[in-house]
């Protein structure tokens, strides 16, 4: 199997057969249904409401382990080992790297992106990875009528900053995966990110406008993107902690917590006159 320098695999070169535990989703709001009722903003970061931080378990039968584990590595940094694990932290941090040195990224403003978590419902390795959940319509629009009625968005706050996009991972299963496919999921995520900023998706031409044509060529596109970060001087303690299985961190850290929010719902709205 072909790999870089850094060991990144490359699309290319998996073995016949082979099934991606990569299968991230990104979700387009106008496919949800409108559900009803719900506040048109939320907001949290503030005493009275604050972001929920939440423990995230291993799913009832997967024995809290997984298949390949072995003692942590004592070198790869995962913060204070007296602390739970706070993945929603790390991953942002790591993602604001690597907007800042990814050329085809830089568009992408992470104080606006709220990072979060969900539980898994079971211990198999594929499905859900992660998602971005976009926060407005095509080109922005904060309202879309669909049917002849109108719906928005629900707005989310965090302090005095609307978010654009809420990113999810689900968890254990996203760190279960090896260190290349966990690099490639969040790159796959961020590119689906419209190059406006604007809370919509980037929209390719053609039938398949969210993965492009080809989903094969979309991911083989993303390793590229992370084999060059990877070459380009990304900082390894930066990264180090998905080099770490979920079972990994709770031997080490007793527990992982994450934001847990609810995912945005559209909202019937009156129709301006």
């Known amino acids: 199997m072909e790999r870089s320098p850094?060991?990144?695999?490359?699309?290319?070169?998996?073995?016949?057969?082979y099934r991606r535990r990569n299968v991230s989703t990104a979700i387009c709001l106008h496919d949800e249904e409108a559900l009803s009722p719900f506040p048109l903003a939320r907001s949290w970061d503030h005493p009275a409401q604050p972001l929920p931080v939440r423990a995230i378990w291993a799913p009832r039968g997967s024995g809290g382990r997984h298949p390949l584990q072995a003692a942590a590595q004592p070198w790869l940094a995962s913060g204070p080992t007296e602390r739970p694990f706070d993945f929603c932290k790390f991953i942002r941090r790591l993602t604001a790297d690597v907007v800042a040195r990814s050329e085809h990224l830089h568009h992408v403003d992470v104080d606006r992106v709220?990072?979060?978590a969900t539980q898994a419902r079971s211990s198999r390795p594929f499905g859900l990875?992660?998602?971005v959940t976009p926060l407005r319509f095509r080109d922005g629009m904060l309202v879309r009528k669909r049917r002849g009625k109108s719906y928005q968005v629900q707005r989310y706050f965090v302090g005095d900053r609307e978010m654009l996009y809420v990113m999810t991972f689900c968890l254990p299963r996203f760190l279960d995966q090896d260190f290349d496919d966990k690099l490639i999921t969040l790159f796959h995520e961020l590119y689906h990110i419209s190059p406006a900023f604007d809370g919509d998706l980037r929209r390719h031409g053609g039938r398949y406008?969210?993965?492009s044509h080809s989903k094969r060529g979309y991911?083989?596109?993303m390793a590229h993107l992370a084999r060059a970060y990877l070459a380009d001087g990304a900082v390894p303690a930066l990264h180090a902690f998905l080099r770490l299985s979920f079972s990994q961190l709770m031997q080490r850290h007793g527990q992982v917590v994450g934001i847990v929010v609810p995912r945005p719902k559209l909202i019937p709205v009156p129709a301006r006159k």
Do not use: C, T, Y
């Not at 850094?6 to 057969?17: E, I, Y």
């Open 6 to 17: 850094r060991g990144l695999k490359v699309g290319k070169s998996r073995r016949p057969g």
């Open 114 to 116: 709220l990072f979060a």
């Open 129 to 131: 990875q992660a998602r």
């Open 209 to 211: 406008a969210i993965h």
């Open 219 to 221: 991911d083989e596109h």
